[in-house]
């Protein structure tokens, strides 16, 4: 009997002992290692990182930049049936255990040892927050020993309502999207507060591993492990059998659009965000800071529309160029397979990528990336249709494997489109502030980040003939000046680089004419005389005046039409100068910066016309330049405008040689704006592709859209600013009753009622003697 007893009481003494020996070494490695742990003032000072916001004048998220993608939310302000979803996935015994759940521990060990491997985990949410501020995820005993004794630290200093609300907004939940409230957001576009049960589920899922079961990434998998969280809220009664089955049985509309902000404004946002990193550095990203900017998102996404459109009916006049490249597809091709093809192709907005399947002159079958099948007949193949003959090259034509862009017309009917090589700008300001109110600067900015409002340096044309023009009016010309639109020749010497020839656009010659005139038509031979009467030197030196840099606009005849190289945003702030009475502006696009609290960090003071800005024209000069500018509209170059309806818009057609670059400059007393559109590397557009042709269509469509409704501006003769019937082909003063044409006139140039020609100037023109004969 004794015997026995030692034979059982050894194993047993030896176990005992083990395990007291175990946890005396345990106690004293706490004993050890717990006064070095972490302080926990990260936790109670806890400043997230916080990515920088911008927002447009109207409160309009339109860009976010920084690694972590966070906004911090109370717990107080979460639903509760968020937070059932929380606890029932990740913790159910949260409000009962101090920071290790011992009973979770056991199942989860049984739970493993039945499988066979580790199928559940037995962290907390306490544990978790530890390891998530304060440790790395590397597996290992003491890293986990660590977590265990951080959580008591933890549940010693917290109450359990702030230790969830830091793990709700601290948890990465993938798509760089940290916290469920911008989880909420970058998955269903909507806050928590609107979140569905089955939304709620399929978020606390995410946390065990969200690239796993991400919702774009594998909707599949995401079902399943929402299912297993709407299962577990069952079995603990957190909802009843009823909701269960709605739930699990709802559709999840994942946000799938490549685009993350309600206004497309990359470009814009991009000059915010280089601003803010100059005067920030990386601070910038993370400090939850928030700049309020001039852009106004209605005229934005009027600009990004109309932009978008513009080049878009460019590109259809110069046909269809083929498929982007061909996929090898097997016999019968999966999904996958599908998906593979289209792997390297990125969406444009709303020009998606496709690979097509089956291909004839009458219908096309095409998958498009998600699994959309799509079936393109009749008015959907006619811009493509050539491409889709049998006598076409393999390697140009529309066959099986082919690679196209497709797109919904306004019908909502699928075709077959492309995506342009050709680029454009838009820019609009506010001429009394210079406030940026819209900048589109390219086609896409996720195919071409080159900011073509701010960076492209093009030659302008006839879009820079007014400038040349106001300086006329400097020197004495008036706008019933008589010039002549007759051949002329220059020599080398004269030019600054070899012969030239200048010629009208459509090689017509009118004759003597008046300076308005000549400008309303655009004639290049009138342009021309006026800038040989006023010299190259003052038109280079009086270009400064608006803004352009004399280095890139050199002293030659040349400048007359155009030669030299502006920006967009440079001829938006010239154009300014003649919309807001001859002040220069400075444009901005920055109104305040604000950090996470609300305190302001900076404040925009711009400088405005007639409240500090400098005045760098007469008033007199900008409003007969305004005048001649809106008869360009009116019956010049710009007429198609008229089509909007208002007789309160000015401006200019710009073309240059062999069509390179197509401009408009357009402008009321409210809004300037300027729309260009070219190759990057320059080539020709095309013939006939005029600022009128090209460019204007996308001006028109964007000022069509932000004027609607806006009551037409009049604009006012400032004081010394005359108006007298003329002769319209002599620019001779007349009676009322001899009809002719009202123009206006600086008080001290006023014509005279008869006048011979005199040193070949007729009219009511009063340029320098010296000069007279150049302009005949």
């Excluded at 911090?72 to 913790?91: F, K, T, Y």
């Excluded at 009917?413 to 001429?431: A, F, G, K, N, Y």
Aim: neutral net charge.
């Amino acid at each position: 009997m004794f015997m026995r007893f030692r034979w059982w009481a050894f194993p047993l003494v030896l176990l005992v002992s083990s395990v007291l020996a175990a946890s005396l070494l345990v106690a004293f490695a706490a004993a050890i290692v717990y006064p070095t742990l972490p302080s926990l003032e990260t936790l109670t000072d806890y400043q997230p990182k916080i990515p920088l916001r911008v927002y447009s004048a109207d409160g309009k998220l339109i860009g976010e930049f920084g690694e972590e993608r966070r906004t911090v939310v109370r717990v107080s302000d979460i639903p509760q049936s968020m937070i059932n979803a929380i606890l029932a996935a990740e913790d159910e015994r949260f409000y009962q255990h101090r920071g290790v759940d011992y009973m979770g521990v056991a199942r989860a060990a049984m739970s493993n040892f039945l499988s066979g491997g580790v199928r559940q985990g037995a962290s907390t949410i306490t544990m978790q927050v530890a390891r998530n501020f304060f440790l790395s995820k590397e597996k290992t005993f003491t890293r986990k020993f660590n977590e265990v004794l951080l959580a008591f630290k933890i549940e010693a200093n917290f109450s359990k309502d702030q230790i969830l609300e830091l793990y709700i907004n601290q948890i990465y939940l993938g798509q760089r999207a940290y916290g469920f409230a911008v989880a909420a957001q970058v998955y269903f576009g909507k806050p928590l507060a609107e979140l569905t049960l089955a939304e709620s589920a399929m978020l606390a899922g995410l946390p065990r591993a969200p690239s796993r079961y991400n919702p774009i990434a594998n909707l599949k998998r995401a079902k399943q492990r929402q299912n297993y969280v709407l299962r577990r809220m069952r079995d603990l009664q957190l909802i009843s059998e009823e909701q269960f089955i709605v739930a699990n049985a709802q559709p999840l509309q994942v946000k799938k659009e490549t685009n993350e902000f309600t206004v497309r404004a990359e470009f814009f946002a991009e000059m915010v965000r280089q601003f803010l990193y100059d005067r920030y550095r990386e601070d910038a990203y993370t400090k939850g800071i928030r700049v309020y900017t001039t852009l106004i998102a209605s005229h934005q996404e009027a600009a990004y529309a109309a932009l978008r459109r513009g080049v878009q009916e460019y590109d259809r006049r110069h046909g269809y160029r083929g498929p982007e490249g061909y996929a090898d597809l097997p016999s019968k091709p999966t999904e996958e397979a599908l998906e593979d093809a289209l792997q390297d192709t990125a969406d444009s907005d709303d020009i998606y990528a496709a690979v097509v399947v089956e291909a004839s002159p009458r219908l096309v079958k095409a998958y498009r990336k998600g699994g959309e099948w799509l079936q393109i007949s009749e008015e959907g193949l006619k811009f493509a249709s050539r491409m889709l003959s049998d006598k076409t090259s393999p390697g140009q034509r529309i066959r099986r494997g082919a690679i196209v862009r497709v797109q919904k017309d306004e019908k909502g009917r699928w075709q077959i489109t492309q995506l342009p090589t050709v680029e454009s700008s838009l820019v609009s300001i506010d001429p009394r502030d210079g406030a940026i109110r819209a900048l589109v600067g390219g086609f896409d900015f996720a195919r071409n980040q080159y900011n073509h409002v701010t960076q492209a340096l093009r030659q302008p044309g006839s879009a820079f003939k007014p400038f040349i023009y106001s300086a006329a009016l400097e020197k004495g010309f008036t706008a019933a000046t008589i010039i002549n639109d007759a051949p002329l020749t220059f020599t080398a010497a004269q030019t600054g680089s070899e012969p030239w020839e200048p010629r009208n656009f459509d090689d017509k010659f009118e004759g003597p004419m008046r300076l308005r005139t000549g400008l309303v038509k655009s004639k290049n031979l009138v342009t021309v005389r006026i800038m040989q009467a006023i010299s190259p030197q003052y038109a280079q030196d009086y270009i400064t005046r608006f803004g352009f840099d004399p280095k890139l606009n050199p002293p030659y005849l040349t400048l007359a039409l155009g030669a030299g190289n502006v920006t967009p945003i440079q001829m938006a702030t010239a154009y300014a100068v003649f919309a807001n009475g001859g002040y220069r502006v400075t444009p901005y696009f920055i109104e305040r910066v604000e950090d996470a609290r609300g305190n302001v960090l900076m404040q925009a003071k711009p400088a405005a016309a007639g409240v500090g800005a400098e005045r760098v024209i007469d008033a007199r000069n900008a409003f007969i330049m305004t005048s001649i500018l809106r008869d360009v509209v009116r019956v010049g170059t710009a007429a198609r405008a008229m089509k909007l309806g208002r007789g309160d818009l000015a401006g200019k057609t710009g073309t240059t040689n062999e069509f390179v670059d197509a401009w408009f400059s357009g402008f009321n007393s409210d809004l300037v704006a300027v729309a260009w559109i070219g190759f990057d590397t320059p080539q020709t557009l095309g013939r006939n592709e005029t600022g009128s042709r090209a460019a204007l269509p996308i001006w028109m469509d964007y000022m069509g859209a932000v004027l609607k409704g806006v009551p037409e501006q009049p604009i006012v003769p400032p004081d010394g600013v005359v108006a007298v019937r003329i002769n319209p082909d002599t620019g001779l003063r007349i009676a009322e009753a001899q009809g002719g044409v009202v123009d206006y006139f600086y008080q001290e140039f006023q014509p005279p009622e008869q006048e011979t020609l005199v040193g070949g100037v007729m009219g009511g023109g009063r340029p320098p003697e010296e000069v007279r004969d150049q302009l005949f």
